[in-house]
């Protein structure tokens, strides 16, 4: 019996000692999975990204460097076959690491130290974590090297038509190329924020050709009469009729004198554009006698001196009619321009102007007492009659309100319009080209031709203007040489609304 006891008892210390070592083993695998899992919690959750980066496996200091690399490599800005490289210290760009990190930590707190451990120790992966980017530059920055880096180095301005030198040609102009700089921030600022989508294709804008300053068609026509030869008195006057800027200049014998004061020319068959304005003035535009009607027809169309007589006496005033045209003229404030008398031969001088023009002692073009006017003022009447007919308003339904109307405008732009004579004006613009002008010429007592004028509105695609062209030469002006010479200046106007494309 005593041996059966003695036999229980060692039974049970060996058990004890079993346990102890159990025990104690568990003790120690328990305190060697908290210290792996200590490890393990030390690193970044596996699968966890920050701004795109994969960081699951390191350290937070690893972490930081990782980020540091990937986004502070350089932004590859493409401007065409330009390669820009956009350093992001350049424009302030700054990680903010420490908030990026604290997120991580937040969100792997979710889950508690033991529970983590107890996932862990069934190999279960804790949740991935994904934390956007916390970072910031300045924009001011960025817009600042855009345009004084980029768009200024690359950009290419458009350039206007330019002038071919020794002729009334243009060059086509060249169209620009220019950064979208508003786009371009957002696309560079979507690059800096990636980790991986670092290149960006600038957005660039055609720009178009502009129109060549008016300053140049100024050169270009003085150019024009000196490369000719003309020795005689120009005076030329264009204004552009979308804009309103206008250019006037009058030459002597090659060199430029000063306007104001103007210089007189005779008007000759020009004043009868003044002519018309006094007739329609006191006429019922929409209800014009067919007898009215055709003399105008034939004042204007053929230059008829017996219908413009028939119109003053009959429409305007039968004792006075070339002086009140004047007197019109005067109210449209046109100080150079007046007819003294009728047309039929022998007219007697009804009276004697003394104008701004006619009276400058430097420069004379021998006008005719009976009807003179200046280029500019002309030109100025036609595009009066132009915004009258064309928009509604202007001087001449200002001066003469209720008298003249919209309609009776268009009727004189028509009746212009009329006048196809195929040379002077017309002769430098393309077939089929709407002018509505009034041209003339005189015949000096010595039977040769001294001066030449014309004086219309050209309408085209690339905006309609008014050119006003008048020539004096004191020797015979041929009718070839002065004709053709206009025709120039008539062709580089047009060229110069109208440049090549291509």
Known sequence: MYSDIRSRRSSLSTLRLFSTFALLGAVALLAFQLVRYSRFR????????????PVGGLTRQQAAERL???????????????LIHLQPQTIGFKLDIDTMLAAVEQKRQQT???????????????????????????????????????AARY??????????????????????????????????????????????????????????????????????????????????????????????FVVNNGREVPVPPDVAFTAASTIKIPIMVSVFRRLDGNHIRPEIDRWLKEMIDQSGNGPSDWLMENVVNRERGPLVVTKDMRTLGLQNTFLAGYFYPGAPLLA?????????????????????????????????????????????RAAFPGEITQQECR?????????????????????GTRVAHKHGWITGPDGAIHNIMDAGIVYTPG??????????????L?????????????????????????
Request: include cysteine; proline fraction near 9%; charged fraction near 15%.
């Open 42 to 53: 030390a690193l970044l959750p596996p699968g966890t990204t920050i701004g795109g980066v």
């Open 155 to 248: 950009d290419r301005p458009a350039l206007p038509p330019q002038p071919v030198v020794g002729t009334v040609k243009f060059r086509p102009g060249q169209r620009g190329v220019a950064l979208d700089v508003d786009q371009a921030l957002s696309l560079v600022g979507r690059a800096l924020f990636s980790p991986t989508h670092r290149v960006v294709e600038l957005p660039l804008r055609q720009t178009a050709s502009p129109q060549p300053a008016l300053y140049n068609l100024k050169v270009l026509l003085q150019q024009t009469l000196k490369v000719e030869g003309f020795d005689g008195v120009a005076g030329v006057y264009l204004m552009d009729l979308q804009t309103g800027q206008e250019f006037y």
């Open 463 to 476: 905006g309609n203007y008014v050119l006003s062209v008048y020539l004096y030469r004191p020797r015979e």
């Open 411 to 431: 009727q004189m732009l028509d009746l212009l319009s009329r006048n196809a004579i195929g040379v002077l004006i017309q002769a430098g613009v393309p077939e």
């Open 352 to 396: 004697v102007f003394r104008t701004p023009a006619n009276q400058r002692p430097d420069v004379t073009t021998n006008p005719d007492p009976y009807n003179q006017t200046t280029p500019a003022e002309m030109g100025t009447l036609l595009a009066e009659i132009y915004k009258c007919g064309e928009m509604g308003g202007g001087a001449l």
């Open 68 to 82: 540091t690399e990937v986004f502070n490599q350089p932004v590859e800005l493409r401007y065409n076959d330009a």
């Open 478 to 502: 041929l009718w070839d040489y002065g004709s053709n010479l206009l025709a120039d200046l008539s062709e580089a106007a047009y060229n110069f609304f109208n440049p090549p494309t291509k």
């Open 112 to 150: 508690s130290f033991w529970q983590g451990f107890w996932d862990f120790l069934w190999g279960r992966m804790p949740p991935t974590i994904h934390v956007p980017l916390v970072a910031d530059y300045s924009e001011s920055r960025l817009r600042a090297y855009l345009q004084q880096e980029v």
